[in-house]
C-alpha cells in the first residue's frame, strides 16, 4: 500500500492532468503543468530558474523565461508564454522576480492547512516572537534517525544544516523562518 503522502501526490498531479484541458488562463496552464509532476512540480521549474541565473540577480528577462520553460519541458506556446510574463512584469521593466513569480505560481492553501502550519509555527517558536531560529529548532529536532546519520555519513550538525536549507532563501540565508 502506497503511504498517505505518495497517494496524495499521485491525486494531485492526476487531478492536474484533468483541469489542464478546462483552462483558458495561462498562468493557471503553467501551474497545473508544473503540479501535474507533483508536488515538486513547481519547485522544479524553480531550480531551473535559480541554474540559469548565472548573474545572481533573481531576475529573468522574457527569453531566459522561455528557455527555463523550455529547459523543464513545460509547453507553451509564445503567445502564452508572454501573456504570463506579462502579468508578472508589474513594472513594465522586461524582467520578472522568478521567487516572487513562483510564490504566486504556487495554489493557494486551504483554510484547514493554513491553521495547521499556523499551529506548528507556534510550537516550533519558542520565544513566541514570530521568528523561528535555529536555536528553537535545534531544541525540537533529532538527527538521529535520518538515513545519513544512521550511516555514518553525516553527523548531527550536517543533518540539521541540510534540514534547516529546506526554509532558508538560497540567496538570502539568515537562518531565520
Given at each position: 500500500?502506497?503511504?498517505?503522502?505518495a497517494?496524495?501526490?499521485?491525486?494531485?498531479?492526476?487531478?492536474?492532468?484533468?483541469?489542464?484541458?478546462?483552462?483558458?488562463?495561462?498562468?493557471?496552464?503553467?501551474?497545473?503543468?508544473?503540479?501535474?509532476?507533483?508536488?515538486?512540480?513547481?519547485?522544479?521549474?524553480?531550480?531551473?530558474?535559480?541554474?540559469?541565473?548565472?548573474?545572481?540577480?533573481?531576475?529573468?528577462?522574457?527569453?531566459?523565461?522561455?528557455?527555463?520553460?523550455?529547459?523543464?519541458?513545460?509547453?507553451?506556446?509564445?503567445?502564452?508564454?508572454?501573456?504570463?510574463?506579462?502579468?508578472?512584469?508589474?513594472?513594465?521593466?522586461?524582467?520578472?522576480?522568478?521567487?516572487?513569480?513562483?510564490?504566486?505560481?504556487?495554489?493557494?492553501?486551504?483554510?484547514?492547512?493554513?491553521?495547521?502550519?499556523m499551529?506548528?509555527?507556534?510550537k516550533?517558536?519558542?520565544?513566541?516572537?514570530?521568528?523561528?531560529?535555529?536555536?528553537?529548532?535545534?531544541?525540537?529536532?533529532?538527527?538521529?534517525?535520518?538515513?545519513?546519520?544512521?550511516?555514518?555519513?553525516?553527523?548531527?550538525?550536517?543533518?540539521?544544516?541540510?534540514?534547516?536549507?529546506?526554509?532558508?532563501?538560497?540567496?538570502?540565508?539568515?537562518?531565520?523562518?
Open positions: 500500500q502506497m503511504p498517505g503522502t497517494r496524495h501526490d499521485r491525486d494531485m498531479a492526476l487531478q492536474a492532468r484533468r483541469n489542464l484541458s478546462k483552462t483558458t488562463d495561462p498562468v493557471e496552464k503553467l501551474r497545473l503543468l508544473c503540479l501535474a509532476r507533483g508536488s515538486a512540480g513547481i519547485k522544479g521549474l524553480g531550480r531551473v530558474f535559480r541554474i540559469m541565473d548565472d548573474n545572481n540577480s533573481k531576475t529573468l528577462d522574457f527569453e531566459e523565461f522561455v528557455k527555463g520553460l523550455n529547459d523543464y519541458a513545460v509547453t507553451l506556446d509564445k503567445e502564452e508564454a508572454q501573456k504570463i510574463f506579462q502579468r508578472f512584469d508589474k513594472d513594465g521593466s522586461g524582467t520578472i522576480n522568478f521567487d516572487e513569480f513562483l510564490v504566486k505560481l504556487r495554489p493557494p492553501m486551504s483554510n484547514a492547512r493554513k491553521e495547521v502550519v499551529q506548528i509555527f507556534r516550533l517558536d519558542k520565544t513566541g516572537d514570530g521568528v523561528i531560529t535555529i536555536e528553537d529548532l535545534r531544541v525540537v529536532f533529532n538527527a538521529k534517525y535520518h538515513s545519513k546519520y544512521l550511516n555514518g555519513d553525516w553527523t548531527e550538525d550536517q543533518v540539521f544544516k541540510a534540514f534547516l536549507d529546506n526554509f532558508d532563501s538560497p540567496y538570502d540565508k539568515d537562518s531565520k523562518v
